[in-house]
T-cell receptor, first 111, second 115 residues
Framework: QKEVEQNSGPLSVPEGAIASLNCTYS??????FFWYRQYSGKSPELIMS????GDKEDGRFTAQLNKASQYVSLLIRDSQPSDSATYLC???????????FGTGTRLKVLA | DAMVIQNPRYQVTQFGKPVTLSCSQT?????MYWYQQKSSQAPKLLFH???????NEADTPDNFQSRRPNTSFCFLDIRSPGLGDTAMYLC??????????????FGAGTRLSVL
């Protein structure tokens, strides 16, 4: 089992809908989690970080962390075509500076 | 204002011709990272520095070297690039604490093409 797993997609949602992106992780990497957005040919850009169980909201984005079930998700409300990108889930294990990345989920928002 | 700056943004080199990529940061972060990212793949960590302490990944080819002459700058040297080294090279920094909020910031990347 990979330490951070994501469905590669593409996940297609209509404009205005909620996009739900999921990430599961192994025990070893559980401490902090980060969602990055990466447009084609560009570098990753931090969207959200989450450290505690529960939800964290920032504008149209909500990150959810469930440590018992070992998953972290990102919800994008009112999806826009400009949200079309690859979303990378990253974990930072306790006691290390090395981030573990998932392979990313490609999101397509259809106008 | 850009906080992690990579130069050049695009680099074309010939097979076997050494190339150096540079990264600078204004965040005063302790940790600097170099990643290689190929199309549709996750970023792959090549090495990282905590201050001047160098940490190489076990599967990083010997062809890849790095220097960090001071806190602000870090360089990636590819001694004899092969066609398989064509990729985006990402520099990143993080504060380097063991606190949970150890957020990593990326530069814009250097797209390297080896011909």
């Amino acid at each position: 089992q990979k330490e951070v797993e994501q469905n590669s997609g593409p996940l297609s949602v209509p404009e205005g809908a909620i996009a739900s992106l999921n990430c599961t992780y192994s025990d070893r990497v559980s401490q902090s989690f980060f969602w990055y957005r990466q447009y084609s040919g560009k570098s990753p850009e931090l969207i959200m970080s989450i450290y505690s169980n529960g939800d964290k909201e920032d504008g149209r984005f909500t990150a959810q962390l469930n440590k018992a079930s070992q998953y972290v998700s990102l919800l994008i409300r009112d999806s826009q075509p400009s949200d079309s990108a690859t979303y990378l889930c990253a974990a930072l294990p306790s006691g290390t500076y090395k981030y573990i990345f998932g392979t990313g989920t490609r999101l397509k928002v259809l106008a | 204002d850009a906080m992690v700056i990579q130069n050049p943004r695009y680099q074309v080199t010939q097979f076997g011709k050494p190339v150096t990529l540079s990264c600078s940061q204004t965040l005063n972060h302790n940790v600097m990272y170099w990643y290689q990212q190929k199309s549709s793949q996750a970023p792959k960590l090549l090495f990282h520095y905590y201050d001047k302490d160098f940490n190489n990944e076990a599967d990083t080819p010997d062809n890849f070297q790095s220097r960090r002459p001071n806190t602000s700058f870090c360089f990636l040297d590819i001694r004899s690039p092969g066609l398989g080294d064509t990729a985006m090279y990402l520099c990143a920094t993080s504060p380097g604490t063991y606190l949970a909020k150890n957020i990593q910031y990326f530069g814009a990347g250097t797209r390297l093409s080896v011909l």
